[in-house]
Every structure is written in C-alpha cells, then in structure tokens.
C-alpha cells in the first residue's frame, strides 16, 4: 500500500536544524511536512519523553543510527529533536572571525550573531552558577585559578578569547532542553509531522521534488514544492547519493544511476579528534561524588576550557580542554576521571558515502582522524594533554586521584586512542568551488528545489560544539527560504 501526500516544503530530519527550519517556516504560515526517521514524543510537557532523553546529567544511548566504522561508533540520534535530544547540552558559539573566514554572503560574523540572539533565547541557555558546580569540577575551577588560567563563563561569547570556567547550557531545571521543545511545540497545531519514516530518495520532477520514504512498512510518496534535507553531516550527504546525485564513481560503486554528478558530495567531513588524560578516583572523591549524585543534579561535564597552542595560526584558541566526572551509579567512567583534549581548527578531512542503494544500510565512514600532511592536527593534542596533565597534577585534584591509567605519553597512544567529539560536519559544504555542494543558501548546485539545512553545510568546522551552530543553520536558512528574492518558490502539482 502507497501514501501520496504534498506539502508546500517538506523537511527530512526533525534534529538540531530541521526542527528549527520546519518551526519557523510553520510560524510564516508555510504548509510543512516535517520527516522524522525515529518517534515523536510529543510536546514537553505531554509526559511521553524517556527520561534519558530528558536529563541532561549524561549524553543517552538509546534511540541511535548505530553507525559503526573500525573501533568507533558515531552515535547519531534517531529521534525527534535529533542530537539535541542526546547531547550533552554544551552551548557554544564559536568565534565571530571563523564565520568571516567562511567568506559566504550571508553568514559574516555581524550576521551570525544577529542569529545567535535568536537561538539562545528559543534554546534557554544559561551558564551553570558556582553553586552547582560538582566535587570535581569545583576543584578543577579552583586549581585552574591556581595554574593562572583566564576564568569565565564565556562559551557563547562570539568575541571571547581563551579562558576556563562553567560551561554555558541549554538545561532547564536538569532537563536537556532540544529543538523540539523550542521550535515545534509552539506551532505543533501549524505542521504536519511523519515520524518513523525512513527516506529513501527523491527525484526532481513535476516543476518540484518527489520524495519516497517508508513507514511501518508502508510506502509513501511526498510531492513537494521544496525539499530541505537537515538530515545531518552523516544522513544528508547519504540521501542526496541514494537519489543519484554525487560522486560519480562513488554512485556506480554502490550500484545507483547518476542523475546529478556532484563530486563533493560526501567530501569534505570533518570533526575535532579527541584524547583524553585520566586518572583512578580516590575514596574521598567517589564519596564525594556518591553523595552529590544522591541529593541532586550531577552532570558529567560542567568545566570547559579553551586555549591556544604554538600551532595557531593568528593566536586564537585552537584546543579544548574539558574535565568528565561522574558517580558509578550514572555513569560508564567506571571510577575514574578524565580530562578531554579536542583540537577544534582541524585540518584533516574523510568522508561519508553510500555502501548500496539500501536506506537501511549503514554509510561508510571514515573521518581519516590525524591525517592531515602537516601534522598539525597531532601536534594541537600532544600540547593539550600538558596542559591536561597540569590539571590533574595539581594539589588540588591530585590529592584526590589515584593512579593514571592510560598512557598518552607517544604520539602512538594518541592515534591508538584518538576518538571523536561527537560533532560531524562539512560533507555538504557551501561555496563556489569544484567541490562545493550547496551555495551560501544551502540550494544544492543545478537541483532546483532542493536546500540543504545542517552542520553539512559548514566549509570548516566551528570552534565550538556543534549544536547551537547546527540550530543557528537552521534559522539561517529559513530565513532565506522566507525571502522570495533569495529561493524562488515552486507550486505544488
């Protein structure tokens, strides 16, 4: 049995910016039809949410892609609100210059930041008050001001240099507060929402798009005037290739007709690689710890630091560096502490592609970590973690630690371990060259109708965790979408 339905924009990915497209197109009276491969709770306050989707005491494990590559798994959220719904809930905007550096009308650092207003106030972010600071991450503020580190609560400051402190938070009464809280409950009587349907692909026909999905075994087909795919840096480039547009090489490999050859479709992808430092946690602190858990709310991350090392290039922050804590009880530390490393202007590229032209298939993935010619990328990490082990050293904190347990003393320990900061990007990058996926408006080239929306469209990564940035792309290109002069509209047939 096939499902034929239209809408006037129909948006696949209900994440981090998809929730935002299709909430602020709906509040312009646009007729939208919101895609969602995983389930739709509801609202916030509908009591249907699973309570890990909702604390934002640690990041959540269910409602995930699955997707696997070598000895990483890149937790990708299957859900309504998408990352969001999962993440740790830092907020983060990164600097104002990076976006000047994109060098895309449109997306200055003046402009952004005009977004950015926007974004905080939907997202409810705040900075953690001293008060809630944990045992750990307490002492870790304490020995950062000992060390002589810059202490602020700046993360969502576009001008703020270096500097260690609280992190800023889109948490709400301990709840990780999403995009969909923020952009869909409000109009959730405006759209239409399609929950556990799996896209498929679409094909460009009829002066529109259509779009094949299914549903609980159903076939449906989605005649649109516009597509926006926000379906992520890993699910967008994926869907885009199963429809035939991308590398050709790459298509016929995963037996699909070219339709569209767009080589850097794929290309491009990039997150900030992350080690970390470690050490036992000693009796005093898992008490401590036990205790605080016990009577109330404890996040796993509350301090983030960034600084600058010899690598870069104009004296900018280049590194984070965050402390991790937890009880046994909520967390898999297994009694220890960590303190994260995480080069954040990375140079090095891999991809994501289609394995086969089954949407249920897994993509291959390969974020080619460390890579870069120069070795700049390994060279950012090898600084970090002094400045990691300097921390830990501290009388502060050593008094409280016991033993290290990994050694990160080789540039070998740091490939053998790298992992990634969960914060995909750039596989459909915007721009003008030979391997420019989108314009500055997130138009896929010579696909009219067709619009891309999500942390794919980034040319270079933020110096920030990805998640405000993602939700700042999706008010960037509905506001785009809501100017005729800047994406002509298509009737629906």
């Known amino acids: ?17 998809g929730c935002v497209v299709a909430g602020r197109l709906a509040e312009r009276g646009r007729d939208v039809l919101l895609v969602e491969a995983g389930p739709d709770y509801g609202p916030f306050d509908g009591g249907r949410w699973p309570p890990e989707l909702l604390s934002a005491r640690m990041l ?14 890149f937790e990708r ?3 309504m609100g998408g990352c969001s719904a999962h993440n740790g809930a830092i907020a983060a905007v990164g600097q104002r210059v990076e976006y000047d550096h994109w060098n895309l009308p449109g997306w200055s650092g003046d402009e952004v930041a005009a977004l950015y207003e926007q974004v905080l106030q939907r997202m409810r972010v705040r900075a953690y008050a001293p008060h809630e600071a944990g045992p750990f991450h307490a002492r870790c503020l304490e020995a950062a001001a000992d060390l002589g580190w810059p202490i602020a609560s700046d993360l969502c400051d576009l001008d703020a240099g270096a500097s260690f402190g609280l992190e800023t938070v889109n948490v709400v009464n301990g709840t990780r507060w999403n995009t969909a809280f923020a952009y869909i409950d409000p109009v959730r009587g405006k759209l239409r929402i399609l929950d556990e349907t799996l896209v498929d692909r679409f094909e460009c026909a009829d002066g529109g798009v259509r779009l094949y999905a299914q549903r609980r075994g159903e076939r449906v087909v989605i005649q649109a005037g516009t597509l926006v795919l926000s379906a992520g840096a890993y699910g967008t480039p994926l869907v885009l290739e199963r429809s035939g547009v991308g590398d050709p090489a790459v298509l016929r490999a995963a037996g699909v007709r070219v339709v569209h050859a767009l080589p850097g479709v794929g290309a491009n992808l990039h997150d900030h690689p992350m080690v970390h430092a470690d050490r036992k946690v000693g009796p005093q602190l898992q008490r401590w710890l036990e205790e605080a858990a016990a009577s109330g709310f404890l996040p796993e991350e509350q301090t983030l630091g960034k600084f600058a090392s010899s690598q870069s290039r104009d004296g900018r922050y280049d590194m984070h560096i965050y402390p991790v804590s937890a009880s046994d009880q909520t967390s898999i530390l297994h009694g220890r502490v960590q303190i994260e490393v995480s080069c954040i202007d990375v140079r090095s590229r891999g991809f994501v592609h289609i394995a086969s032209a089954d949407p249920a298939a897994h993509p291959l993935i390969d974020h080619r970590y460390l890579s870069d010619e120069e070795g700049h990328d390994i060279a950012v990490m090898r600084e970090g973690l002094v400045l990691a082990e300097q921390l830990l050293e501290h009388p502060r904190l050593a008094s409280l630690l016991g033993e290290r347990i990994t050694d990160m003393s080789t540039d070998q320990a740091i490939r053998d371990t790298v992992a990634h900061y969960y914060h995909p990007a750039g596989s459909c990058a915007m721009g003008t060259g030979p391997m420019a996926v989108c314009d500055h408006d997130g138009r896929v080239h010579g696909l009219p109708g067709v619009v891309v929306a999500d942390a794919s469209l980034m040319p270079q990564i933020t110096r920030a965790n990805t998640n405000l940035p993602a939700v700042m792309i999706g008010e960037r290109i509905a506001r785009a979408m809501c100017d005729p002069k800047a994406l002509p509209q298509v009737q629906v047939r």
């Open 1 to 17: 049995m096939t499902s034929i339905l239209k809408a006037e924009v129909v948006v696949v990915g209900g994440g981090s910016s």
């Open 60 to 73: 959540a494990t269910t409602h995930d892609w699955g997707y696997r590559s070598g000895r990483w798994s």
């Open 77 to 79: 959220a299957r859900v």
